[in-house]
């Protein structure tokens, strides 16, 4: 901490994109989980090994046969506008949450009741089997579960919040936020660390910087020129053509964030042609070259895991390849022919190409040459990420400004397993960007979740994988690491997976 009457200690840092908006509900895009992790705080939290540890929770109690819970906050808990954190602020932000989210919706379709018992205790009554439920109140990504306050979880889910009062460790400096250069945090110094030591997203959160400042600086050569320079503290995810440079230069150390790595996730359209055919869909699985995208992005061999068509990331313990095809190498004249089985006419297939993201620019151009070999008439139009999070959400047709396919990166958190990852829910209705439905695949999702036994899950979830295979609610387009990279002055940097700065000194 910076004595007083010392000058006050910055931190600045360049994440994957921009912060471009601060409804973490509204939003399953990585920028709005970034923003959450510093301003709010969650219920459980995941230590190192995946576990779900207490967070604002002091203690909980568990019926025998998993159908009742009783939850009660930590003392002390207060928002940053001063206002005590309750067990209502709690109940509604986890009734919001289960309004979008994969996870929350899980766990609200198998819920009786979730009611305030007094200002720091809640209740959770099942009204059939979960065996993930504190593993569900620590969901860490996508539409992550913060608790905000009641008067701003009463929101209706599908109206944006834009007043970010939470009760983390970093307060939200709205009046400096100015999106597509900054966005500025300062230390809460109301926040009450747990005590015992930060471990994974979960433990104490103790703030070492006065403030921290998230700096929009898309292009990578620029951002690697000022971390070396020194006007930068932290990248992200340095583009792999700039981290031969920085792991020459003494003052710049490098480590992997996220040691499990990533996936890039081509995500189709399934609600309007060709995709909406799964034939058509399976043709993809035939364009797409995994190795191909990661060379293209640039990933070295060294970071780079050739072949993995896991939906739930290889190097985990839920790897699986049931039912998975091609990937390997391109077939063009096998995806030629089952296009002609779905039916495709040679419409334009609109293709979303996020070019503030190095990574996703080029595994788009190049899946999108691929894709022109294997039978696609296509169109790229050039956006950035944020323009992309709100076009993906369009339903038209693609000569009305809809869209047919986009790519994302997940990380292992997005992934995890069939309850919590997101893109492979396939629930018809209410369903992610790209509206994927298959009934079948729903009940075997259902079934793991609701199945106690851990061997018994393992059965399932190679039912699962192989239904994915068969309806391809996305396309597993390449596994890679990074590495993120900071100034040698920055210590307390762990592998967290997602980019958090609670234990983090500037010196």
């Known amino acids: ?58 203690r909980f109690e568990r019926s025998p046969d998993g159908m009742s819970w009783r939850f009660t906050l930590r003392e002390g808990l207060a928002f940053h506008d001063g206002a005590p954190v309750r067990a209502a602020d709690a109940v509604a932000s986890i009734r919001r949450w289960a309004q979008r989210d994969v996870v929350g919706k899980a766990l609200a379709a198998a819920t009786a009741s979730l009611e305030v018992v007094d200002d720091r205790s809640f209740s959770l009554t099942l009204s059939r089997p979960f065996a993930l439920v504190t ?18 979880a009463a929101t209706p889910a599908t109206t944006a919040v834009t007043d970010a009062t939470g009760s983390g460790p970093f307060i939200f400096q709205r009046a400096e936020w100015r999106s597509g250069d900054r966005a500025a945090y300062r ?4 926040y009450r660390p747990r005590p015992e030591p930060a471990d994974g997203l979960a433990g104490g959160k103790r703030v070492l910087v006065d403030r921290l400042e998230w700096i929009a600086m898309p292009d990578a050569s620029t951002a690697a020129a000022a971390l070396q320079a020194g006007e930068i503290d932290f990248i992200e995810q340095p583009s792999p053509d700039v981290i031969p440079l920085l792991e020459r230069n003494r003052n710049v150390r490098l480590f992997a964030l996220n040691p499990a790595g990533f996936m890039v996730w081509l995500r189709p359209n399934h609600a309007v042609a060709p995709f909406d055919d799964p034939k058509a869909r399976q043709a993809l699985l035939h364009m797409v070259n995994q190795q191909e995208n990661l060379q293209a992005a640039g990933v070295r061999p060294s970071e780079q895991v050739p072949y993995r068509p896991s939906y739930f990331l290889c190097g985990t313990p839920l790897e699986s390849h049931a039912g998975a095809e091609g990937l390997r190498e391109a077939d063009p004249a096998r995806s030629r022919a089952l296009l002609q089985e779905a039916g495709y006419d040679g419409r334009k297939v609109v293709f979303l190409n996020a070019t503030d993201s190095p990574i996703n620019n080029a595994v788009t151009l190049t899946m999108a040459a691929a894709m022109q070999r294997g039978g696609l008439t296509m169109d790229v139009p050039a956006m950035n990420w944020a323009t992309v999070t709100q076009r993906r959400n369009r339903r038209e047709p693609q000569d009305q400004g809809g869209w047919n396919l986009f790519v994302t990166v997940a990380n292992v958190l997005d992934a995890q397993n069939p309850l919590t990852n997101l893109y492979l829910a396939s629930p018809c209705e209410g369903g992610l960007a790209g509206w994927p439905c298959d009934a079948e695949l729903e009940r075997l999702r259902r079934s793991w979740w609701e199945e106690p036994d851990t061997a018994k899950r393992k059965a399932i979830l190679e039912a699962v994988h192989a239904r994915a295979y068969q309806v391809l609610p996305y396309i597993n387009a390449g596994q890679f690491r990074t590495l993120a990279a900071h100034r040698v002055n920055v210590e307390g940097l762990r592998p967290t997976t997602i980019p958090v700065f609670w234990g983090v000194e500037k010196k």
């Open 135 to 152: 593993e569900a109140l620590a969901r860490p990504t996508a539409s992550a579960l913060f608790v905000m306050p009641e008067r701003l």
């Open 1 to 58: 901490m910076t004595s007083p009457g010392a000058a006050k200690t910055t931190l600045k840092v360049v994440l994957i994109n921009d912060l471009g908006s601060l409804d973490p509900v509204q939003s399953t895009a990585a920028f709005v989980r970034n923003h959450g992790f510093m301003v709010y705080d969650q219920l459980f939290a995941l230590d190192s090994k995946g576990e779900a540890r207490p967070q604002m929770v002091e």
């Open 187 to 190: 230390r809460n110094p109301a």
